[in-house]
């Protein structure tokens, strides 16, 4: 069974850094894509930054140039590293699991990223 989950998250102060793990267990994933959806209260649920299995990534505008993503792919695990943190990156964070094989996504249960003075 596929799961996803994440670590990382908590309050820092704006400017500050923060770097959340997502792991996932369950098997070979093939082609897969792997990442980062965050949603605040009053929005939907919006991408951060993927990362697919051949290392190709895609970032929201919002967060090119202050986030990274990265992988351990003998872990099935990926990194989101956040930088120059702003209080709307505030938002509940979603690890998110793509398998080409299935046709699906997995989602994590969520992890709260908290920016404030």
């Known amino acids: 069974q596929v799961q996803v989950v994440e670590s990382g998250g908590g309050l820092v102060q704006p400017g500050g850094s923060l770097r959340l793990s997502c792991a996932a267990s369950?098997?070979?994933?093939?082609?897969?894509?792997m990442g980062w959806y965050r949603q605040t209260p009053d929005n939907q649920r919006d991408l951060v930054a993927l990362?697919?299995?051949?290392?190709?990534?895609n970032y929201a505008d919002s967060v090119k140039g202050r986030f990274a993503i990265s992988k351990d792919t003998a872990k099935n695990t990926v990194y989101l590293q956040m930088n120059k943190l702003k209080p709307e990156d505030t938002a509940v964070y979603y690890c998110?699991?793509?398998?080409?094989?299935?046709?699906?996504?997995?989602w994590g249960d969520g992890t709260l990223v908290t920016v404030s003075s």
């Open positions: 998110y699991l793509w398998l080409f094989r299935e046709g699906r996504v997995y």
């Open positions: 369950g098997g070979r994933f093939g082609i897969h894509k």
């Open positions: 990362i697919d299995n051949t290392g190709n990534t």
